[in-house]
């Protein structure tokens, strides 16, 4: 197809189009004329890609990253996937490659490697800082619970990811990883309206408090 | 205490501290003279409240809600807590209360209520529409092992639930919902990074797609 038509088709416009060929995000066509490219599905594929990085929050850079790993992945799926996953946001601060030590006694606890240097340990090591200073700080028994039925989760997230060409399980890892987190959050808090109306039902707080109270004596 | 030592126990500025006296979002503290007042404990924890809930993104209108219905809870745990949930972000866009098809059919699924006028039905309803315009819609297998866990999530949420004062129960379940988010978020991508690791080893993608046509044959 000529570029009109991968305009037409992608509902990218024109200048947009232009602006990722000059970028490298758009490979080249295939010159027909000295003045015109010939245009194919691996176009249209690449531009609702980069639409959708775009979607979930990556800027160009990152973009960059993703597509250039498509193009020219590491020697392994797990280096290739694990590059590609941290061009994800959120992006760690500067000077955030010290040690982290809530991340660090989380991940020990359930048996997970602790790698100072991935962008996510930085990421856990902010959550679990702002969680404790709301007074709510990681209890064990709650990271018991939180680590188990994370892990099934990302089971499944495994389980479902095409693994027979790197386009496929790149877009699959980042888009997938990127889209299901809201999806989550959503769905923890209608079960907590849910197990909320199983548990609660029309009680009051005298009634709880003296159903504490009861437990307690 | 004075209010110069409210000021300097809690961090929280004097210009400050007299703009959430006259927004009602602190309350009063005792006149002990025509020009002074006496504050306690229950101000300190107030302003640790306000600068919590602004820390996980509340405005100071939302905040208001919720030290309201601390003050003047509804008739029932479960309405006062609801609606104090219903301040946290994201805030539904204008208009945002018709029909949401995509939310009432996973909620069907999952056996749980499905009220399109709960703003957090329409937040699934939008990250599920985002899920499906990059080609990842929720398919029923993701959803059934989504929901098993995140519901076993909330439980241990709410298990670890205070219900000993309408204060603390609020407290909790506003903060707790915000702020595991970011928690929760981190421990998958680290399982993702981990199960990964355990499932491909070193494997390349060309080991990858020779194994999937194996399966196939």
Redesign the interface.
């Known amino acids: 197809m000529r570029v009109s038509e991968l305009v037409a088709v992608s509902g990218v416009p024109l200048a947009t189009v232009k602006y990722y060929l000059r970028e490298g995000l758009l490979m080249p066509g295939e010159s027909s004329s000295a003045t015109q490219a010939e245009y194919g599905e691996q176009h249209v594929r690449r531009l609702?890609l980069v639409k959708?990085l775009a979607?979930?929050g990556l800027p160009l850079g990152k973009i960059r990253v993703v597509v250039g790993l498509i193009d020219r992945?590491a020697?392994?799926?797990?280096e290739?996937?694990?590059r590609a996953?941290s061009a994800?946001p959120p992006y760690p601060a500067g000077g955030d490659d010290g040690d982290h030590p809530r991340a660090r006694a989380?991940?020990e606890r359930i048996g997970?490697?602790y790698d100072p240097s991935?962008p996510?340990?930085a990421?856990?090591e902010?959550?679990?800082a702002?969680?404790e200073?709301?007074?709510?700080p990681?209890?064990d028994?709650?990271l018991d619970?939180?680590?188990?039925?994370?892990?099934?989760?990302?089971?499944?997230?495994?389980d479902?990811m095409p693994?027979?060409?790197?386009e496929n399980?790149i877009e699959?890892?980042v888009?997938?990883?990127a889209?299901?987190?809201?999806?989550?959050?959503?769905?923890?808090?209608?079960?907590?309206?849910?197990?909320?109306?199983e548990?609660?039902?029309?009680?009051?707080?005298d009634?709880?408090?003296s159903?504490?109270r009861q437990d307690r004596s």
Do not use: K, N, W
Request: net charge negative.
């Open positions: 609702a959708a979607g979930v992945p020697d392994t799926v797990f290739t996937v694990g996953l994800l989380v991940l997970q490697v991935y996510v340990v990421q856990l902010r959550a679990l702002a969680a200073s709301v007074g709510l990681m209890t028994d709650r619970v939180y680590a188990r039925h994370v892990r099934a989760v990302a089971e499944i997230d495994l479902l693994t027979d060409s790197v399980a699959y890892a888009l997938g990883t889209i299901y987190e809201p999806v989550l959050a959503a769905l923890r808090r209608l079960a907590h309206q849910d197990i909320g109306a548990r609660f039902g029309t009680d009051t707080f009634d709880l408090a159903a504490d």
